[in-house]
């Protein structure tokens, strides 16, 4: 006993070493918000970050450095640069045009052909008249500003790679309009209306949905589908949704073989109901996530997909018939399907159904790879879950 606990006592002190304490003010809660966002609040001067904000957050200087952020990601997003070599651009006007964009609005910075780190000179509530259809090697970057993409189609992630999505919050999106929307500086299509997703990501690769807020979308929050891979979903507060993220098209898109999506750091929010995630023929890596909430079920999926839970803090509703992490949608056969749970803390009788043989680690990379923490210290490296309130300046 002596030894195991000698053990422990090292395994966590050597994972404090990687991670930073750091000031922190300005934060957002992540407890009792009442309305589409999250509020200020004072928190604790030292917070334990993880290893994904220990890499920036600490710097009092972010704001003069905004693109050594793309080299933060880890998992299999870590290779999305977005706009790291290219300008910054900035926002300065919530307006929408789906088809003729006017310089200084979001849209106009999305669809230029160079790479471009987009930021905004406020906070702005951004109502778009139609989904926002991004281009390769983009950045929207929301430090420093309180931006909302909200009360209409919200954003698509199509054919493109090199994403990254930081600190913003997408809410209460809507389907899109069959029309005319413009994809780049040289082509307007027509579209015949988005789902309703938060994000939708379409055979597409290298992407980074970072430290955002999700809620109340009339599809999902995030989709991941058609073949996309190497994606990193990470330290997002997600909340109030039923169908929360879907890795895979169908059961028969055989092509989402080569899928691989890293979710660790973040918050499964109140009132969620599902799909955090579900999961179709390709592989997750679910790591270090905490789940307040589910009403159906947590982790789920069909047509011989393969989960690793790794040191996830999964805390049950009362119900007595909503006990299990796991779902799996199949008649017969899903006992040989590879799903483990490793690290894993479960509370108020949560519980999960492993199955399958042999090893299902995400042989990641030297670069994409990091040390996932026991479910315990999850509260922990989940409490900045959200858009951050960076101020110029000071660390973050």
Known sequence: MASRSATLFLFLSCLLMITTFASVSNAYSLEGYSYDYLPKTSIPKKVVLNVIDSCWRWKSNWATNRQALADCAVGFGKGAIGGKYGAIYVVTSPADDPVNPKFGTLRYGVIQTKPLWIIFAKDMVIRLKNELIMTSYKTIDG????????NGPCITIQDVNHVIIHGIGIHDCKPGKAGLVRSSTTHVGRRGGSDGDAI????????????????????????????STAVTISNNYFSQHDKVMLLG?????TADKVMKVTIVFNRFGERLIERM????????????????????????????????????????????????????????????????????????????????????????????????????????????????????????
């Open 143 to 150: 430090r420093g500003a309180k931006v909302e993409i909200g």
């Open 200 to 227: 939708d990501i379409f055979a597409s690769s290298n992407i980074w949905i970072d430290h955002c807020f999700l809620a109340r979308s009339a599809d999902g929050l995030i989709d991941v589908i058609h073949a």
């Open 249 to 253: 098209h169908n059961d028969k898109f």
């Open 277 to 396: 995630p579900r999961v179709r023929i390709g592989y997750a890596h679910v790591a270090n996530n905490r789940y307040d909430e589910w009403k159906m079920y947590a982790i789920g999926g069909s047509a011989n997909p393969t989960i690793l839970s790794e040191g996830n803090y999964f805390a049950a509703p009362n119900d007595s018939n909503s006990k299990q992490v796991t779902k799996r949608e199949a008649k017969n056969g899903w006992k040989n399907w590879k799903w483990r749970t490793s690290k894993d803390v479960f509370i108020n009788g949560a519980y999960f159904l492993p199955s399958g043989y042999g090893s299902c680690t995400p042989n990641y990379s030297k670069a994409q790879s990091f040390i996932v923490a026991p479910g315990a210290m999850v509260p922990a490296l989940t409490a900045s879950a959200g858009p951050l309130r960076c101020v110029v300046g000071k660390a973050c």
